[in-house]
C-alpha cells in the first residue's frame, strides 16, 4: 500500500470531498482523484461514496481512516525526532578508541559536545586500533580513534582516515643509570606494549643494531612505568601516554630513532555527514588544536 496515498484518502477524509482535499494539499482536483482511485484499485474496495455535496466514508473507508490517522501521527514523530538529530537536539556517536588517546583526547572532547549539545550522547568503548577499525567497519562504532607508527594505521580498507596529530615516542628509564639513547640500551631488559608497539619496537631496536630482549609484555601504560621505576626493564612510550600518567621515579628522554606515532580517526564514507557524528569529529579537532 503506497503511503502517499494513504494520506490523500486521509486528507479526502478530513475535507469531506475532493475538491478541498486537493486546496489543502495545493493539487488539482484531477490528480487527487487519481490516487484514491489507485489506492481503492490496491486494497479492492471502494474507500469514498461521492456524492453533490462532497464525499462520505464507506466502511471500509473507516477502518483505513483509523489506520491512516496512525501512519500520519508515527511520520510526524520520525520528521520531529529526525528534526531534533538535523539540530542537534538529539543524537548517539559510538565511539570506539586506544586507551591513551581514552585517558587524554576523549574526555575534554566529549566535556565540550556535551556542554554545546547536551542532548548526545557519546557511547565509548576502549579497543585497540584493528578491534576498532572492525567494530566501524561492521556498522557496531561510528568512529574509530586509531593510530599507526610514522605512517597511517594499516587495515583501513574503504573507510575513510582523518589524521589528527602526530607524537614522539620517548625512551623511558629506571631513575638509577646513565643510558641516555636507544643504542646505549643493547644488553637492557625491555618491556613491550601491545602487539604493534611491539613491533614498532623491535624494528627500532633492529635499525639501531641490536635485538631486543623482551622481558615483559603488557599495554597498560601504568604497569610499564611501575616496572621501570623499580628496575625491571626500560621501555618506549608515545607522549600521549605519559601525559595520562607519568611515575614520578622514571626518566624520560627523548629519542628520534624510536620515531612517532599518527593518531587519527576513521570511519565510514559519509558518516561524516551525520550531525551528531560530525560534532564530536568538531570537538576532537578542537581539542588537538587547542581550540
Request: negative net charge; contains cysteine; aromatic residues 4%.
Amino acid at each position: 500500500m503506497d503511503s502517499r496515498r494513504l494520506l490523500v484518502f486521509r486528507e479526502v477524509a478530513r475535507a469531506g470531498s475532493l475538491t478541498a482535499a486537493a486546496r489543502a494539499l495545493g493539487w488539482t482536483q484531477p490528480a487527487v482523484s487519481q490516487h484514491l482511485a489507485a489506492l481503492e484499485r490496491s486494497v479492492g474496495l471502494p474507500l469514498v461514496l461521492r456524492g453533490p455535496t462532497g464525499t462520505s466514508l464507506t466502511e471500509a473507508g473507516e477502518v483505513l481512516l483509523r489506520r491512516a490517522d496512525a501512519v500520519a501521527a508515527e511520520l510526524h514523530a520520525a520528521e520531529e525526532e529526525l528534526a531534533s538529530l538535523a539540530q542537534l537536539r538529539a543524537g548517539r556517536v559510538r565511539l570506539h578508541c586506544f586507551p591513551s588517546a581514552a585517558a587524554t583526547l576523549v574526555p575534554e572532547a566529549v566535556r565540550a559536545l556535551a556542554t554545546s549539545h547536551p542532548g548526545i550522547s557519546v557511547g565509548l568503548v576502549e579497543a585497540e586500533p584493528p578491534e576498532a577499525l572492525a567494530a566501524v567497519g561492521a556498522g557496531d562504532a561510528d568512529l574509530a580513534l586509531v593510530f599507526g607508527y610514522d605512517a597511517e594505521p594499516v587495515g583501513l580498507g574503504p573507510l575513510v582516515w582523518r589524521p589528527l596529530l602526530t607524537e614522539p615516542v620517548h625512551l623511558v628509564l629506571p631513575p638509577e643509570g646513565t643510558a641516555s639513547s636507544l643504542d646505549a640500551l643493547v644488553d637492557a631488559d625491555w618491556i613491550g606494549g601491545c602487539e604493534r608497539c611491539r613491533v614498532h619496537l623491535v624494528d627500532c631496536c633492529r635499525a639501531a643494531g641490536f635485538e631486543p630482549a623482551l622481558r615483559h609484555e603488557t599495554d597498560d601504560y601504568v604497569v610499564v612505568q611501575n616496572l621501570v621505576a623499580r628496575g625491571l626493564g626500560v621501555t618506549a612510550l608515545p607522549e600521549s601516554a605519559l601525559t595520562a600518567y607519568r611515575h614520578p621515579e622514571v626518566r624520560v628522554l627523548e629519542e628520534p630513532a624510536l620515531g612517532h606515532r599518527v593518531v587519527g580517526v576513521a570511519h565510514r564514507p559519509g558518516a561524516d555527514q551525520v550531525p551528531a557524528t560530525a560534532a564530536l569529529l568538531r570537538e576532537l579537532v578542537a581539542v588537538v588544536s587547542g581550540g
